[in-house]
């Protein structure tokens, strides 16, 4: 599943980065000298033509990176497990007026009651890995489950809860 | 006492002027190169308003534009991109220099002019704008377009070519000898070779050197460098221009980075002192009478650029579009091309030159930006789909064989 990524030198600016997707579209990066970052998006019709060049800072571009690869990790992640063990994984969200926002990742008992295992969670674009009990949630968090069919059912009947405490 | 006051002002004024004209000029998008021109033309004998007291003082700085206009040229480029690029780009440099070249030549015969002349126009039009052109691809976001590096890599090789070209011009220049000729031309392209290769093989001893962490030793440093290089390189009839170019090549990494950034500001001073100082050797009088030749010549070698593209960007395998959008934007000529006619005026050569060099240049400087906006309108592109439509079997440009 190795992606062909072709680099091509711009003498005086720096070097652009570009891959064909599967969709047959192409996308690429323009690295400056100077740090800048443009994300290049070319025209259907015209294949030698950057529709779309958007400038990235830093930041943005870290940020987007973290997404992206993220997403990455997390499908591999995924994938190995249902190859190796049989375990799953799911992502179970905590929705706006969810019981469980602002409350501790520990009174779930996840583990306990299921057998299932809270791996990460994701929030405002970054990765919280193996969060600790004392977790506080918050409205908009993705969990990040690892288990069995069932316990992955499990945690998201204990996170759809709306008496915790049951 | 009284002279200085009324250079500050003269000065004061100039430069005041030039920010207001560089201000409109961003406006409407529009390189400042044409507008110092011709501020120049302005304050030059003949001119709105002569200058009196501070031609002198323009007339360094103006030396000092060319050497930094050379050195932050040398800083963009590693020596390494520049040799890769030599054997990668090289037909594609040689159809550029024998499309662009030789019309400026055969055209200053047809004016009249001596062999001289003929090799000064035909380097004038031989070499678009690297700063111009990479401002336009950049402005019109074409930076990630598969045609660019076509384009970029023919900037390179006719940078890289004027390293050999203005150390053979200087000589012609000085009227020596052919021996005296033969020479100097040895000594020229021996030091431009040997530069290449030092600054491949020991870039980054030359530039762990000049240490990068003191903002100020690195700008004295890089400067007095530079300045010193390039004074031996005019003793040496190597030009001084060049001897700026190679330091700017020789020098690498953190080093280049902060120089580049320390030397801008400066750059776009002198830069600008260059330009008008141009300007001021022109006659504005002169110009109505070289406006059709310059008119005849832009338009014979803004042609010859477009097609130079065309075939540039073929070759590389880029469809029909980005050929076009590829000689389109190679038309602009400027920095270089008063690098060359300053030369030569400040040689005395054809008095009529310096105004049909400035003219030449004002409008493919000025035009050149414009057209390369074509491909991106509807009406073209709309034009290019029924060509490619009434031609069967050549939608992938792998498969276009004919010309």
């Known amino acids: ?166 | 006492m009284h002279d200085l006051s009324i250079l500050l002002i003269e000065l004061g004024t100039v430069l005041l002027g030039l920010s207001l004209l560089g201000r409109i000029g961003r406006r409407v998008g529009l390189s400042p190169i044409p507008l110092y021109l011709i501020a120049g033309l302005a304050f030059g004998e003949g001119g709105l308003l002569p200058l009196s007291a501070s031609e002198e003082f323009i007339e360094v700085g103006a030396e000092m534009g060319v050497i930094l206009l050379l050195v932050m040229l040398g800083l963009e480029y590693s020596a390494g991109e520049l040799v890769g690029n030599l054997r990668s780009s090289a037909p594609a440099g040689l159809i550029d220099a024998v499309l662009n070249a030789v019309p400026g030549a055969a055209f200053a015969l047809l004016m009249g002019w001596d062999w001289v002349a003929a090799l000064v126009l035909a380097g004038i039009t031989w070499v678009s704008s690297s700063g111009v052109i990479a401002k336009v691809l950049s402005d019109l976001g074409r930076l990630g377009n598969r045609e660019t590096p076509v384009v970029l890599s023919v900037l390179v090789i006719e940078d890289l070519a004027m390293a050999l070209y203005l150390p053979v011009l200087t000589a012609v220049l000085a009227g020596v000898s052919l021996a005296a000729g033969a020479t100097s031309l040895v000594i020229a392209v021996a030091t431009v070779v040997i530069v290449l290769l030092v600054a491949i093989r020991f870039g980054n001893a030359i530039s762990a050197f000049i240490a990068a962490d003191d903002a100020e030793a690195l700008l004295l440093g890089v400067l007095g460098v530079t300045l010193l290089v390039s004074g031996m390189a005019d003793k040496l009839q190597v030009s001084a221009a060049v001897g700026a170019f190679l330091v700017g090549i020789a020098l690498s990494g953190p080093v280049a980075h902060h120089a580049v950034q320390l030397l801008t500001p400066l750059r776009d001073l002198f830069a600008a002192v260059f330009f008008v100082f141009f300007g001021l050797s022109t006659h504005p009088a002169e110009i109505p009478h070289v406006l059709l030749p310059a008119l005849a010549l832009a338009v014979l070698t803004m042609a010859t650029k477009v097609l130079t593209g065309y075939l540039g960007a073929k070759r590389a395998g880029i469809a029909l579009p980005g050929r076009f959008r590829a000689g389109l934007a190679l038309m602009p000529r400027g920095e270089f091309s008063i690098v060359i006619a300053g030369l030569a005026v400040a040689a005395g050569v054809e008095p009529q030159l310096a105004s049909l060099a400035t003219a030449y240049v004002l409008i493919t400087v000025i035009t050149g930006p414009m057209l390369a906006r074509i491909p991106d309108t509807e009406w073209f592109k709309a034009m290019l789909r029924r060509r490619t439509a009434t031609v069967p079997a050549h939608p992938m440009p792998q498969t276009d064989t004919s010309l």
Not at chain 1, 143 to 163: K, N, S, Y
Request: hydrophobic share 45%.
């Open chain 1, 1 to 166: 599943m190795r992606v062909r990524v072709e680099q091509t030198a711009l003498p005086g600016i720096g070097v652009r980065h570009d891959l064909v997707m599967a969709s047959g579209r192409r996308i690429g990066v323009v690295s400056h000298r100077s740090g800048r970052r443009d994300l290049v998006l070319y025209d259907q019709d015209d294949p030698d033509a950057c529709i779309a060049s958007l400038p990235l800072t830093d930041d943005e571009a870290e940020a987007l990176a973290d997404l992206l690869g993220a997403s990455l990790m997390l499908g591999q992640l995924a994938g190995l497990r249902s190859q190796a063990a049989g375990l799953l994984t799911e992502q179970i969200s905590i929705p706006a007026g969810s019981p469980w926002a602002h409350r501790r990742l520990g009174d779930t008992r996840a583990r306990t009651r299921t057998g299932a295992s809270i791996v990460a969670v994701l929030r405002d674009r970054e990765v919280i890995a193996s969060p600790a009990p004392s977790f506080a949630f918050q409205t908009g968090d993705v969990v990040v489950v690892v288990g069995t069919r069932e316990g992955l059912d499990g945690v998201a009947a204990i996170l759809a809860e709306t008496e915790p405490d049951g």
